[in-house]
């Protein structure tokens, strides 16, 4: 329970998304003074020359960073040493989760304003005030909160349907846990992520809805539209509930169990090759089995999981479901403070089950 009565919604200033976006970043730059973009090392090569080009037409600089693989602290002092000996007045982050990190935590840290520019709709986290430090190395520190939410995130649908399928794919999996977790933290009276928690405000609630009413209408369209490389309407709007929708739904709303058992699942090794939205969906089973969600229910979200290819199953994300690995996850994930934001009570017996029985469920769906 929150606690509290008062209610909170947050969100970036403003979010924009249509093809050949990135382009026109000169003149969402233009108010701010000279920007500062930090790229993905694997985008760099083409995106650093491309805007350039833009900044050059528009009769503007600017000055161009390649993000080298880790959010970690060594990184960002190098990112605002630049920045500080180029006198930016805003920063870009433009990639994968990993570069808008370090481009949030590098603003944050200057107080300077943000533009994320997410490059697939693999998470929601490009719309949070979240980001997650680690070590150079690699090893996770933790999340940390920033002062403020981003000045602009800006989606070039362009970009997003030239990303690898498995990133879109995975995208969907988060976005479609959204609902489901909105709904028991309602449930519960769960605290949301805005400030030091509130209450939901009925907008949040609003959003979780639509989002999962795009994914069963538009989903396999969208699909259909990813793999012949082409924009089209239902594309867009599945950008939208994967990156928009999720990420508001998900601050807006609070989080549950499929997010409680994603993390449960990084207590095995073999977990980490698989993507942040692909263990959410394994969690998704699990919540939708620990709530006894309505077989209707229940039929549309696992069918949509299994044809558009989410791990439905252990195996399916390279785990062996023995009693130990199973036992493992469980009680990683009754640790966690997520589980518990159902309106029951919940042990360990009631992870390990719900995980063993949504693991059977998958012969069903497959
Ligand atoms: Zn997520």
Redesign the pocket.
Known sequence: MVGQTTRAFGSPLRYIQGPGEFNCLPEYTKGYGRACVVIDGFLYPELSSRIKEAYQKAGSEVTTVCFEGECCQEEIERINEVIRNEQAGVLVGVGGGKTLDAAKLCSDSLELPVIIVPSSAS???PVSEIAVLYTKDGEYIGSQKMKSNAALVLVDTEIIVKAPKRLFVAGIG?AL?TWFEAHACEASDAPNYIGTGYRRCKAGMAIADACLEILFTDGDEAMRALESGTVTEAFENVVEANILLSGLG?LNTG?ATA?GI?SGLTALPETHKYL??EK?AFGLVCQMVLENTPAELMDKVMLLMARIGLPISLQQLGVEATHENIMAIAQKTVEGPLVHHENFPVDLDLVYNAIVMADKLADKYK
Request: net charge negative; aromatic share 8%; no cysteine.
């Open positions: 998470t929601d986290a988060d846990a998900f989080l997010h994603h942040h939205g959410v």
